[in-house]
């Protein structure tokens, strides 16, 4: 009896201690950043390597973990009742059951598992080594475990054979903003300037343009000294020239081509032709997305874009400025007309100009609105309600309220929105 306890009671410790190794190993491997560790291994960390490989097939790291976990822990379990039999006789199995738990819990489960989330990058690498081994070793049983729980998931209407991921990268990278902003790691600057990079993807020219309302435009039939004065009172370099119908843009009249003709001709405006400065207009269709958009802005080293529908329609234009305010947020200069249109309220209502992007609102006011199926808070609201409301009309939609305080024909030019209350 007492040979059996002097063997047995170290082999039981032992086992809780590998117990303990295959779980530290498991949550360390499981949280260690995957970016992190690349950027390393670029470095030359060669357990950075090591613990990227393995990560890489987390199904058959995971497989390999829990077969040496399960396998310890119940013969750990197995040789603990075995003492408690001998011991306390039938009793000694519920004794057995109640320490053994115990001490997996404590030493074999928490207490790894919390050092290793506290510490997961360098757990992770020092374990690599020994667990890569493991992993090599219990490979071809891994394998028969996996290829018994796929059909078993087969069989029960799950198919998992495709190698899919549930989330996309930018999603993931999305989330991983958003969680770190939450917990005080992130500012909401930065947290809105990394969230516009990953939507350029998402967004199209159409959500962001100057709608044709909005353009400052030029009649090519006026004389030269009043095309001057136009672009003297403009605040933009570049305005687009139209003939006939606003609709039908002829050229785009850039300010430093008519500065320069100006000096050419010893400050004489009369006889300036500028037609002969127009620049051909590049008409984009208002379906491109603005990652698309951004990259061709770039390759053709111009920075402004008529937009047009599928039907060659003017519908806006579209500039550099435009995309990279998406990202940084609005980039204003001295000669920028403000137009917010996004005046918060002391009772927590904010006054909305209609025309206010929905996108702009949320970043404004750090809410939540969605912006699937409209461009603006106006388009929202007449949206939802299926018609075009009537100044004093009030509806609630997504928990927001909004107030309708302006129309203008069958424009809804302002609103109250007021967000729902945090809760207490």
């Known amino acids: 009896m007492e040979l059996t306890l002097y063997t047995t009671i170290p082999t039981i410790l032992l086992l809780l201690v590998l117990s303990a190794f295959f779980s530290g190993s498991e949550t360390a491997l499981t949280a260690t950043s995957k970016a992190h560790m690349l950027q390393l291994a670029k470095e030359g960390e060669s357990r950075a390597i090591v613990v990227s490989d393995l990560i890489n097939n987390r199904e058959r790291l995971i497989g390999a973990i829990l077969l040496g976990n399960n396998l310890v822990?119940?013969?750990?379990?197995?040789?603990?009742?075995?003492?408690?039999?001998?011991?306390?006789?039938?009793?000694?199995?519920?004794?057995?059951?109640?320490?053994m738990t115990a001490l997996v819990l404590i030493f074999a489960e928490v207490l790894p598992k919390t050092y290793a989330i506290a510490a997961s990058d360098?757990?992770?690498?020092?374990?690599?080594?020994?667990?890569?081994?493991?992993?090599?070793?219990?490979?071809?049983?891994?394998?028969?475990?996996?290829?018994?729980?796929?059909?078993?998931?087969?069989?029960?209407?799950?198919d998992i054979s495709a190698n899919q991921a549930i989330l996309s990268p930018q999603q993931e990278i999305r989330g991983a903003i958003n969680l770190h902003h939450q917990e005080g790691g992130v500012k909401k600057t930065d947290r809105d300037m990394l969230g516009g990079i990953l939507?350029?993807?998402?967004?199209?020219?159409?959500?962001?343009?100057?709608?044709?309302?909005?353009?400052?435009?030029?009649?090519?039939?006026?004389?030269?000294?009043?095309?001057?004065?136009?672009?003297?009172?403009?605040?933009?370099?570049?305005?687009?020239?139209?003939?006939?119908?606003?609709?039908?843009?002829?050229?785009?009249?850039?300010?430093?081509?008519?500065?320069?003709?100006?000096?050419?001709?010893?400050?004489?405006?009369?006889t300036l032709d500028i037609k002969a400065l127009l620049s051909e207009p590049w008409f984009v269709p208002e379906t491109?997305?603005?990652?698309?958009?951004?990259?061709?802005?770039?390759?053709?080293?111009?920075?402004?874009?008529?937009?047009v529908d599928e039907y060659g329609?003017?519908?806006?234009?579209?500039?550099?400025?435009?995309?990279?305010?998406?990202?940084?947020?609005?980039?204003?200069?001295?000669?920028?007309?403000?137009?917010?249109?996004?005046?918060?309220?002391p009772n927590g209502s904010v006054y909305v100009d209609g025309d206010v992007t929905i996108r702009d609102l949320n970043r404004?006011?750090?809410?939540?609105?969605?912006?699937?199926?409209?461009?603006?808070?106006?388009?929202?609201?007449?949206?939802?309600?299926?018609?075009?409301?009537?100044?004093?009309?009030?509806?609630?939609?997504?928990?927001y309220r909004f107030e309708i305080l302006r129309r203008h024909?069958?424009?809804?030019?302002?609103?109250?929105?007021?967000?729902?209350?945090?809760?207490s």
Not at 409 to 423: D, E, G, W
């Open 122 to 158: 360098r757990l992770a690498m020092q374990v690599a080594p020994i667990v890569r081994i493991l992993v090599a070793i219990l490979a071809p049983i891994v394998a028969l475990v996996q290829w018994i729980v796929r059909k078993t998931l087969h069989y029960a209407g799950t």
């Open 313 to 345: 329609a003017l519908q806006g234009l579209i500039t550099l400025e435009d995309i990279l305010e998406e990202i940084v947020g609005d980039i204003s200069d001295e000669y920028d007309i403000s137009v917010t249109g996004v005046r918060p309220q």
């Open 199 to 270: 939507d350029l993807e998402d967004l199209t020219i159409d959500e962001v343009m100057v709608h044709r309302k909005n353009m400052q435009m030029i009649d090519s039939a006026l004389g030269p000294r009043e095309v001057v004065d136009e672009v003297l009172k403009s605040p933009y370099t570049r305005i687009p020239l139209w003939s006939d119908t606003p609709e039908e843009i002829i050229g785009i009249l850039y300010a430093k081509d008519l500065l320069r003709a100006l000096i050419s001709n010893q400050g004489v405006i009369e």
């Open 288 to 307: 491109t997305t603005l990652r698309e958009q951004l990259s061709a802005f770039l390759k053709r080293h111009i920075h402004f874009a008529v937009v």
């Open 364 to 399: 404004a006011m750090d809410w939540h609105l969605p912006d699937d199926e409209a461009n603006t808070v106006a388009g929202l609201v007449i949206h939802e309600a299926q018609t075009i409301p009537e100044p004093g009309q009030i509806f609630s939609y997504y928990e």
């Open 73 to 99: 822990n119940i013969l750990a379990s197995v040789l603990a009742t075995s003492i408690f039999l001998d011991l306390f006789g039938n009793a000694g199995v519920v004794y057995a059951t109640l320490v």
């Open 409 to 423: 024909r069958n424009q809804i030019t302002a609103l109250r929105v007021t967000p729902p209350r945090p809760l």
